[in-house]
Nanobody, 124 residues
């Protein structure tokens, strides 16, 4: 079992930056692929970014590519999402997720564990 706890959300002005963190419990964190998803009000949850267990492979949604960076520190059991040049349309609850099988996956159904989410609000 893996427990995921997100932090770092908040209110920021457009063009600002935030860094989200996701702390994971469990000794097998380093073997999991980790992803970030988000859900805006009235919309379905969507894929944002994913990173392989080693950190050597990443993949981003087109809407965030070039602005967001996913990274991980396996020694700290933590995955990060650095968000720059934020836009009002980035406003959402952001969730991290863990996948027991390594590799790049964008579908929610491929992920086994989920955090509770952290709110990000971008004002114009």
């Amino acid at each position: 079992q893996v427990q995921l706890v997100e932090s770092g959300g908040g209110l920021v002005q457009a063009e600002g930056s935030l860094r989200l963190s996701c702390a994971a419990s469990g000794r097998t964190f380093s073997s999991y692929a980790m992803g970030w998803f988000r859900q805006a009000p009235g919309k379905e949850r969507e894929f944002v970014a994913v990173i392989s267990w080693s950190g050597s492979s990443t993949y981003y949604a087109g809407s965030v590519k070039g602005r967001f960076t996913i990274s991980r520190d396996n020694a700290k059991n933590t995955v990060y999402l650095q968000m720059n040049s934020l836009k009002p349309e980035d406003t959402a609850v952001y969730y991290c997720a863990a996948r027991k099988v390594d590799g790049i996956a964008v579908l929610q159904s491929f992920y086994d564990y989920w955090g509770q989410g952290t709110q990000v609000t971008v004002s114009s």
